[in-house]
């Protein structure tokens, strides 16, 4: 399998990473860095067990991604000094960043063993593996208490199927320390169906995976907070950052909202 090697600059920090880019992811990290990307290497390891159905989507670095590191990285007296944990991670881009800013423990977890290995190899490329560490979790199952509790929670673009709402929910409140604090990254993604009575395609007027994600949050008893607004300039669609805590004070010492936080 093809690899990119890559580096975007957040701040002050400068994030390393490898990916397998799509054509259209091509051209989003391209716009980011106004950079041509770099061709990677051939990985073996990651190749060997790739099967016709797995799903890749995390080998890929998306819009949400992208877009929570960079209000993290203008809010980086959250993340310092705490324990950090990113669910679905991906390449792990916001818990690299994380890590990089000064927290004092980074979990990167992801389900897809692809996703794993490469998590790996960006810990390692990043010089981090001494406080970031990578392990497997499937946040559709209950979480395994013995991982312990997390000052911030995170996780992109992992909203995306109505079925992953409830569990996703579960799992990042379950996860969450007494007064700390989640932050989900999300692109809006609005189904096409056909419609019965005109026999045309049409769009869902709601982004029905983000509007439960909201309501089994609320049922744990988390408020929440839009801190961060943007649009995929390439494709349409809203992006925002999706704040969440049991105190609502929290969200208000967030400060202003980030006005076109587009990546």
Known sequence: ML??????????HKVLFSLRPTRSQE?????????????????????????????LLGLDLWNASITLTKWLSQHQGLIQGKHVVELGAGVGVPGLLAGLAGAARVLLTDYEQHSL???HRNIEDNQL???????????TQAVDPALGTFDVVLAADVA????????????MCALC?????????HQTRKSVYMDPDAL?????????PLDRFLAAMRAQGYASREVAVGEDKAHGGHISVLAFARDAAVLEALGPRMEDASS
């Open 3 to 12: 690899f990119t090697n890559k580096e975007l600059v957040f701040g002050s």
């Open 200 to 208: 045309t395609p049409a769009v869902d007027t709601s982004d029905e």
């Open 129 to 139: 593996h001494a406080k970031v560490s990578a392990k497997q979790l499937d946040f």
């Open 117 to 119: 290995h490469l998590l």
């Open 177 to 185: 320390a007494p007064g700390g604090l989640c932050l989900m990254g």
């Open 27 to 55: 051209s989003l990290l391209t716009a980011v860095s106004g950079q041509e990307l770099t061709q990677g290497d051939e990985d073996p390891a990651t190749d060997a067990d790739l099967h016709l159905g797995d799903d």
């Open 160 to 171: 995306y199927l109505s079925r992953y709402a409830a569990p996703l929910a579960a799992a």
